[in-house]
């Protein structure tokens, strides 16, 4: 099975991560005239994370990092020279020309390995639910269909707020909270277009998810987004789990709140009658994300997420990996693990409607990586893909899902996403995911309730320097603390304590609720 190497030479001030590669990484930040490898002679100062060529390249010659190509020098390379924006770029390796960069082709099904199941599955304290699925958190939830009822939402919302009402929320403690997720469209789309049935799919999900005990969903009343229609096309039922109403239909701000308030508190009684039990880690989804990565992203704590990814679906779980733009240039590492020609073909147009949604636009796929990105050792959107998809582990590529559709099979997802972190857990929560596993390497902040957000630093600098938002120290991986099956395996015991009510950093913080960000892919007119 494919997996992205740690390293198979790793001096004390660089890594060097395939035979192959034109580059190493470099460990700490580096003086000129380091000398990194035998004559290999640093010309000038390099960061930590930044790569460091091995061998003389001539201008538009390919640069390969993890054994794959990650761009192509703009101007002549000699060794010891710093590799970066000022000397690398995409040049040509995007659009018409991208396949024919991948060195043996997207090769469909050609490492498809069956899962071995372990022998005793896993368990974790959870919630079961009447329907046979089980939650790891026990919200209730205030969605909106529009963004005019914002307000009121977040006004029943702060109600029930533990840090400025306590007792509102005292005789609820296995209740973790009233949460108001809302968004900034709902009208002004097309009532038959796209944009539309996204969102309402994405609210679906949300109004279905398990961590929800129940659902209230507060519309202004005449936007084009009308519940009726929303709660129908979707498959939704009004009953004990979901109430709809709408400010105009009640008579107003005042009033709609107060009949919010009214409607929590007949909920809380029964949502608080819950206990946590056994139950297996078959019932885990989780959604594996990036943000803020780095140099290092690649090398520790993606191919660690990867390894308990693997630990998950031998236990029964599933994992969706998403971000469609953040795997351009890396999916033929999907598509060799791809169960069948029509999943492996399902995301091969799904980078094809990428390549041609930026053209249109006159954009490029290679403006992913953003300045923190750059920052941090990274220069195109080619080797930041081949970092991030190691976050999928080995396991085969089961289903490929359109943004915030249902999952339905289980082992790993993908799930087509924009690469913006809020707008790609949403979609990822909406499939039904219940835990979030984020790697950042710069320092991101984050959480999206109703699910916990597990942070995985990928450097040792910053879990000292960001400690109160990380959960998990990978950059142990490059100081030589521990190997990357243990560090796996690490991260699988740490999301059992998750879903067991174990509280990550994020959540301490009460991020969640402004990370509600729906994927708005259509004209507001």
Known sequence: MTRIALATEAPDSVIRLHPSDDVVIARMPLPAGTEVLPGV????????AHKIAVRALAANDKVRRY?????RASQPITAGDHVHVHNLNIGDLEGAAHEQTLADGYAIGSEVQPVQPVAEPATFMGI????????????????TSVNCSATVAHAIADHFRRDVHP??????????????????????????????????????????HVNFAAVLVIGLGCETNQIDAMIESQGLEVGPKLHPFTIQQIGGTTKA???????????????????????????????????GSDGYSGITANPALGAAVDRLVAHGGSAILAETPEIYGAEHLLTRRAVSPAVAEKLIERIHWWEEFCRVRGASLDNNPSAGNKAGGLTTILEKSLGAVAKAGTTPLVEVLEY?????????????????????VTGQVASGCNLIAFTTGRGSAFGCAPVPSMKLATNSALWRHQNDDMDINCGALVDGETDLDKLGEAIFQRLLSLASGEKSKSERHGYGQQEFVPWQIGVIT
Not at 167 to 180: Q, T
């Open 404 to 424: 915030a559709e249902p999952m339905r099979a289980k082992g790993l997802a993908f799930m087509d996403s924009p690469g913006f972190d809020p707008v790609s």
């Open 67 to 71: 054994g794959q190509v990650i761009g």
């Open 257 to 291: 709140i107060a009949e919010g308030i009214v409607r929590i508190k007949t909920l809380l009684k029964e949502a608080n009658d819950v206990e946590r039990v056994p139950c297996r880690a078959e019932h885990l989804r989780v959604a594996l994300q990036c943000g």
């Open 41 to 48: 002679v640093l010309a000038t100062a390099v960061p930590a």
């Open 167 to 208: 007792e509102a929320m005292a005789p609820y403690p296995n209740v973790d909270g009233v949460v108001a997720l809302t968004h900034g469209v709902g009208c002004a789309v097309a009532a038959d277009g796209e944009a539309l049935e996204m969102l309402r799919r994405t609210l679906a999900g949300y109004a279905r």
């Open 128 to 143: 079961p639910r009447a329907d046979g699925r089980v939650a790891t958190r026990n919200y209730i939830g205030i969605l």
